[in-house]
């Protein structure tokens, strides 16, 4: 029996996990379902060792399993399958397999794969040359070969083809068997129900509910990881501007490495309009947001934008300098720091008063623009971020996950400002892998699978329907 | 007179190739060592005095052994325990292996330099290889050291690539934190690479000192170390690679005795630079397409 | 207390706080190097003493300590603009080399010039020589994928051989007698003041430009581009800053003030060159660099402070007959004490600079995707 108690964690101020339970047994495959940003996969590290919780402590038949401790996991057999493979990438694949259990010669691991009807790569060929399916597998390989007790997979069909997909879940019903506990951490609700026992069900960091599958369906599922939906925002209320929309996208395309990054990705985004994206992490989003932002260069079609302002997804790594003052960081955007300098030189007190006034107007909580970024909470960041893109009034945004990891005032606020801005004439891109503000703040939709877009019809905002689209089922 | 030359460069590209397999081991954990040089000094300076008070090569060596791991061990602890930036760190440990030594040079023997020399270490003959014309004593007619280095270069490329061990190395080079979650200690083994990298890197300052000038002169290493450097980058962290890069530099570094014999019009100073110059010339044609470690350089704290 | 009243008070602890971990650093680098003594024999009270004795025992004593700080606070500017945008210039030596070789080069062509104009000129000289040498690491670093460490590593070997070539042949003295250059014209050599003391306007020039490095990282929007890449460069892609112009320029900028080192040593002191240059200046200026915690307003007092231990360290020798080579230790000592006090400062800068700061994402490949 796996049990987790009272499991709170937080990342600086962001409240990832709040008294959260979870129990499961052996013998049974147990789904812990929950959108982007529920807090599963946080979950999942903690019961696997590799975070350490804030609060509440973690059992494997009633022994305490020490937190915070990979290899305390592994001695009490608790493997796992992360989502982004945690594999070795330039060493060949016998070579990671070698590091495990029981796959450490070449023999055993081909004996094992044929037990799980796995076909494995060409000899010698690095892990970075395999496709993600075959990563997947290998991880999958490399967790079993600890013999673990508990085996727990993060989102391991997310990059399988609609066909593996059956048979992957043929053999995690195989795998139930001999005592184990097999955990699977997803957003997919079909396949949740087609092969779990028990559902568990994360929303914002906190329990909503754990029932048996067969006790539940995939609307009510739907409900308790979305809530009810909120209605669809109003159509934009002014004509297009003369002279072009603010940004349009023409067949653009990425190749990078021989892969398809970006397929003839082609969108116009009118003044008023919050044109969303959904999609599931990976499929070419954050590189769309990247070229967008200027930072990648792509390999043919046209991005036309005036005026554009980005808000990149992970504020702390790729939009805020944590340790330059608040004032500093705002300077960044080049719009204005070309309005706060002349030649070159900065005009610090204009700079620092205009700080002043965009931290009241946005409501950021700071005390004063000279702290340091990262002295900020997260939402006071994303707010920071978000003040930054709008401050010189662009005529359009793009915003990537702009609400992920904020609680829901700072979603609510984050929000309220998107739309403001598309209310008063802007054009908005949202993409994003939360269901929640997109559907909130979307006046059109897009869903983007493998790096190409496919619009939705007004019929199809719904989450069933979303969800398969989402995973690349277009027909 | 070829055969001067070939003595030459496998003089000099002796010691680089010590320093550079230990450094490649080092590197292969993720950790760049900048301090290698000032290992290499510190292992020649005590080597030599050891050697000289105790009168036993076997103690200079020994010590030469010592120092070296001692100024690694320095280097493990902050870097790896305190994380801190290993360029800052390793350069600190540069100078402080040349104001060490220094010190202790001008104890022990006065600003006068009177010559602390001894008798370098002696020449093992391997039979009738020694006689080979050309080949035979610039290869074959070496002291110790000069077969242990080239000896070690398919044991430390076995290691590296086809043991469990090596694996293991790779793996905490590549990704620590994975290497982490399989149970492989990623403190452990970079402190361990450290260590064996010290006795590699002292053996190399010991050979400066005890079998090529059989003295000390302050700063003795002259940037060997940070040539080693460049030989792993250039060897694509292969030891066969190490081999060639290092006789590459040794034969650059012997030209400049060779071109004074042979009295050119050439300014001796061109030989003396062309190693450095050539490391950053081949570095530059290089630099794309080097893969290091993926993760070298980079501190790693557990989460 | 009123929001400027809690500021102030809050900037005072602030700089409090700052001056802490240097000071208590020094500290601890002296009773570490007085353990050293101790092992060695000699009496680390007399160290002390002597060290103080010769760096300001006298007025004579006072001057030179300046003289002798004056090259460090030029190579110490250049480590701290370096550094702040995480460019790992070890190379400061090799481009004071060339900034001298190149004022040691003209001086003597300067003859029929105003005197103003021609110390313009040599100094000028020495900031180009330098400058070229930095930027050349610079370019390698962004056009090539050269890590910038084992470049300008390498770069101050080759400079000390061209120096060393420069004064054997081209550039040597009429009299072919010595290997030393041709003295620099009259015109152009920096006055010396107060007579038989060397103090020159070298060190107000270095003052001078400590507070244009300071304007340059803290009041400009170069400066303000150059720290964000430092501190993280992944962001610095999404903010449109142009890292390879940033690159070189900061490395040239960089070189240029080792460099002008170089130039007012020789338009100051030495007046020609010499195969021996240097003792060691663009690695000492690390230590006067991460003192200052890379202010370059901090930088003067620091490069006082180790040109103080550079002139006592003479006075050590013939008192206490302990090679002043010392202060060497005393250097690497206070840069690991530094080190290690800063491993959570310097931690989060990691992180946050992602792998910027290291060989794998910032030398031979793009940053890997986290």
Excluded at chain 2, 89 to 96: Q, Y
Excluded at chain 3, 178 to 183: D, H, M, R
Aim: glycine share 10%; proline share 5%; hydrophobic share 55%.
């Amino acid at each position: 029996m796996l049990r987790a108690r009272a499991i709170s964690k937080r990342f600086g101020a962001i409240r990832a996990l709040e008294a959260v339970d979870f129990e499961a047994a052996p013998g049974e495959i147990h789904a812990l379902l929950g959108e982007n940003g529920a807090g599963k996969t946080t979950l999942m590290r903690i019961l696997a060792g590799g975070l350490r919780p804030d609060a509440g402590a973690v059992t494997l038949d009633a022994v305490a399993l020490r937190p915070g401790s990979p290899q305390a996991a592994l001695r009490a057999s608790v493997a796992a399958v992360h989502q982004s493979p945690m594999l070795f990438e330039r060493l060949t694949w016998e070579e990671n397999l070698a590091l495990g259990g029981g796959t450490r010669t070449a023999t055993a691991a081909h004996e094992r794969a044929a037990r799980l009807g796995f076909e494995l790569p060409a000899p010698r060929t690095l892990v970075e040359d395999c496709a993600l399916a075959e990563r997947v597998r290998l991880e999958l390989m490399l967790a079993l070969s600890f013999e673990p007790r508990v085996l727990i997979l993060d989102e391991p069909t997310g990059v399988l083809a609609p066909s593996e997909v059956t048979a992957f879940l043929a053999l995690l019903r195989a795998l139930r068997g001999q005592d184990r506990i097999v955990i699977l951490v997803t957003h997919k609700l079909a396949e949740a129900l087609a092969v779990a026992d028990r559902v568990t069900v994360l929303r914002r960091g906190r329990l909503m509910a754990s029932v048996a599958a067969s006790q539940t369906s995939e609307a009510e599922l739907a409900r308790l990881m979305i809530g009810e939906l909120p209605p669809a925002a109003a159509a934009p209320s002014s004509a297009p501007a003369a002279g072009g929309p603010p940004l349009e996208l023409v067949d653009l395309t990425l190749d990078d490495r021989g892969r398809r990054i970006l397929d003839r990705v082609a969108l116009a985004v009118a003044p008023g309009e919050v044109v969303g994206i959904a999609g599931v992490e990976g499929n070419g989003q954050a590189e769309l947001v990247e070229i967008l932002a200027g930072a990648h260069k792509f390999t043919s079609g046209q991005v036309r934008a005036a005026g554009l302002a980005v808000i990149p997804q992970d504020r702390d790594l790729d939009g805020l300098v944590l340790t330059l003052a608040v004032w500093e960081n705002l300077m960044l955007s080049r719009p204005l720091m070309k309005r706060f300098s002349r030649a070159g030189w900065l005009r610090r007190t204009a700079a620092i008063r205009f700080a002043g006034e965009l931290i009241e107007r946005f409501s950021i909580r700071a005390p004063d623009a000279h702290l340091p970024a990262g002295a900020l909470s997260g939402g006071n960041r994303q707010r920071l971020a978000v003040a930054r893109a709008l401050a010189d009034a662009p005529r359009a945004i793009v915003a990537h996950n702009p609400c992920r990891g904020l609680d829901l005032a700072a979603t609510a606020e984050v929000c309220r400002l998107l739309a403001g801005f598309a209310a008063g004439g802007g054009a908005v891109l949202l993409i994003s892998s939360d269901l929640d503000e997109l559907l909130a703040l979307s006046t059109r939709m897009y869903v983007m699978s493998a790096g190409r877009l496919r619009a939705l019809g007004a019929s199809e905002r719904e989450p069933a329907r979303l969800g398969v689209l989402m995973a690349g089922k277009w027909t | 007179m070829l055969e001067a030359f070939l003595f030459s460069t496998i003089s000099m590209a002796t010691p680089i190739l010590l320093a550079a397999l230990g450094e490649l081991i080092v590197e292969r954990s993720g950790v760049l060592n900048i301090g290698i040089e000032g290992a290499m000094l510190c292992g020649a300076f005590f080597a030599l005095a050891a050697a000289y008070f105790g009168h036993s090569l076997l103690l200079g060596l020994l010590c030469g052994i010592a120092a070296g791991v001692a100024i690694n061990a320095l280097l493990a602890a902050m870097v790896v325990n305190l994380a801190v930036n290993q360029v800052v760190a390793g350069t600190a440990l540069d100078i402080l292996a040349l104001g060490v030594s220094g010190v202790f040079y001008r104890r022990f023997f006065g600003v006068t330099g009177r010559a602390f020399t001894i008798t370098p270490m002696p020449r093992i003959a391997l039979g009738p290889l020694a006689r080979l014309p050309i080949v035979g004593p610039a290869l074959f007619d070496r002291d110790a050291l000069v077969y242990l280095a080239f000896g070690l270069v398919p044991v430390v490329a076995w290691l590296v690539s086809r043991t469990r061990l090596g694996l293991r190395l790779r793996a905490v080079g590549e990704r620590p934190e994975a290497a982490d979650a399989l149970g492989v200690n990623v403190f452990a083994w970079r402190w361990t690479a450290l260590i064996v990298s010290g006795v590699l890197t002292g053996l190399a300052g010991a050979y400066l000192t005890l079998a090529y000038a059989d003295t000390f002169i302050e700063g003795i290493s002259a940037g060997r170390g940070f040539v080693a450097l460049a030989v792993v980058i250039l060897g694509r962290w292969n030891a066969w690679g190490l081999l060639a890069a290092s006789i590459l530099f040794g034969a650059a570094m012997a030209l400049q005795f060779g071109l004074q014999a042979l009295g050119t019009a050439l300014p001796y100073q061109l030989f003396l630079a062309l190693p450095y110059a050539l490391t950053v010339m081949v570095l530059a044609g290089v630099g794309g397409h080097a893969r290091p470690p993926s993760a070298l350089g980079e501190p790693y704290s557990r989460a | 207390m009123s929001a400027a009243g809690a500021t102030r008070r809050r900037a005072s602890l602030a700089i409090v706080a700052a001056l802490l971990k240097p000071i208590a650093a020094l500290a601890a680098a002296f009773a570490l190097v007085a353990i050293i003594l101790l092992g060695l024999g000699a009496s680390p009270i007399l160290v002390l003493a002597a060290l103080v004795e010769g760096a300001f025992g006298n007025w004579l004593a006072c001057t030179e300590t300046i003289v002798k700080a004056t090259p460090l606070v030029f190579t110490g500017l250049a480590i701290a603009v370096a550094f702040e945008g995480a460019l790992w210039n070890i190379g400061a030596e090799g481009q004071l080399i060339m900034g001298a070789l190149v004022a040691g080069a003209i001086g003597p062509m300067l003859g029929g010039w105003a005197h103003p104009i021609a110390v313009t000129a040599i100094l000028a000289g020495g900031f180009a020589g330098g400058a070229m040498w930095g930027a050349l690491a610079g370019w390698l670093k962004s056009a090539r994928n050269v890590n910038e460490v084992i470049s300008t590593l390498m770069l101050n070997f080759v400079a000390q051989q061209i120096l060393s070539w420069a004064v054997h042949g081209p550039l040597i003295e009429p009299a072919r007698a010595y290997p030393k250059s041709a003295p620099i014209a009259a015109a152009a050599e920096l006055q010396l003041y107060f007579p038989p003391s060397r103090l020159n306007l070298g060190m107000a020039l270095a003052a001078v430009l400590a507070v244009a490095s300071f304007a340059l990282l803290y009041r400009t929007t170069i400066g303000l581009q150059l720290r964000a890449l430092g501190r993280n460069p992944r962001a610095s892609r999404f903010f449109g800053l142009r890292i390879g112009w940033l690159t070189v320029g900061a490395m040239a900028l960089s070189g240029g003030l080792a460099g002008l080192g170089g130039g007012v040593q020789v338009a100051a002191i030495t007046h020609r060159l010499y195969e021996s240059l240097s003792p060691g200046w663009g690695f000492e200026a690390i230590a006067v660099a991460l003192l200052a915690r890379l202010n370059p307003l901090g930088v003067v007092p620091c490069a006082i402070l180790f040109g103080a231990l550079d002139n006592g360290s003479q006075a050590m020798q013939r008192a206490a007959g302990v090679s002043p080579v010392l202060v060497q230790v005393i250097q690497a000592l206070v840069i690991l004490i530094l080190l290690a006090f800063d491993a959570g400062l310097f931690a989060a800068r990691r992180r946050e600079s992602g792998a910027a700061s290291t060989l794998a994402g910032a030398g031979f490949e793009e940053a890997r995707d986290a």
